[in-house]
């Protein structure tokens, strides 16, 4: 048992260059309150094993680097404090259903392959618009409200270490790259449905999520992809059905070369129609 003062760190430990198999080392770790997973790791190299790896940057839950499984959960290491995880031991392992680097660091090339599959960003029939723009897009408050919660995603992978469809296919896209398409499709001054919708739609898209929910509970910024994912369903079943209601366009009115942006009239979309 450790010193009162003191907890274990059993980290899952594999260098797939040098081990055969993955094996278990422990290490004690100084406890203070307030003190993070990402601090105890800190600690061992600098003063157990300057060779442990695992990923982290911002050290304030942003980036998304340091994502690991924390006594069996995805969780940041940076976000979690020890005491809240466990008061004897802490049980660190890379993150699931991806192959290992090193040690706590998980190779997401297929996450980021995928994720760039599914366009994440503004797609515009104007792309003259998007090159030398004119003006502002308009949207109200409405309209950000459609997508607001979904653009919080950090591309931790912990939505994607929880999902029990990628642990079975590993050709699903996931929560994630899921997410991201949908916080665009539901973007006014986005226009790019049609494109996205060929893997959208594909075998091992959204069709295939089997909404266990296990994305949304880990998710360490609230993102809910597993409501992402139902909603975009809704959406592609509208669309094979002739029924999707396509939303305006967010459109600017040209302003001049003198008047600041803040001042730009700008044109009022029109109401939604439907296709059929």
């Not at 081990?19 to 061992?44: K, S």
């Not at 809240?84 to 706590?104: G, H, M, Q, T, W």
Request: charged share 20%; net charge positive.
């Amino acid at each position: 048992m450790p010193r009162t003062n003191e907890i274990i760190f059993s980290i899952r430990r594999l260098y797939p260059a040098v081990d055969a198999v993955p094996h278990t080392q422990r290490f004690p770790v100084e406890l203070h309150p307030g003190m993070t997973v990402l601090e105890g790791l800190l600690q061992i190299r600098e003063s157990q094993d300057a060779s442990l790896a695992w990923r982290f940057s911002c050290r304030m839950g942003v980036c998304g680097s340091c994502a690991m499984i924390v006594n069996g959960h995805p969780r940041l290491a940076c976000n979690t404090q020890i005491q809240d995880v466990s008061r004897e031991e802490v049980r660190l392992a890379p993150l699931a259903n991806y192959p290992v680097i090193k040690d706590l660091v998980a190779n997401l090339d297929t996450l980021f392959e995928q994720h760039a599959a599914l366009a994440p960003y503004i797609a515009r029939s104007d792309s003259a618009e998007l090159i030398a723009p004119g003006g502002e897009f308009r949207q109200t408050p409405a309209q950000l409200t459609r997508f607001l919660q979904f653009s919080g995603c950090i591309k931790c992978g912990a939505c994607m270490a929880a999902c029990p469809t990628v642990a079975s296919d590993t050709r699903f896209f996931g929560p994630m790259p899921l997410t991201a398409a949908h916080r665009y499709n539901a973007d006014n001054r986005d226009d790019g449905f049609a494109t996205r919708k060929r893997h959208m739609r594909q075998r091992h898209a959204a069709e295939h999520c089997h909404y266990a929910g296990e994305c949304s509970r880990v998710c360490p910024k609230g993102v809910d992809p597993a409501r992402a994912l139902q909603l975009l369903r809704r959406e592609l079943l509208l669309d094979w059905l002739g029924l999707r209601r396509r939303q305006a366009l967010a459109m600017v009115q040209p302003a001049s070369d003198d008047q600041p942006p803040s001042q730009r009239r700008v044109q009022t979309p029109p109401p939604f129609t439907v296709q059929r």
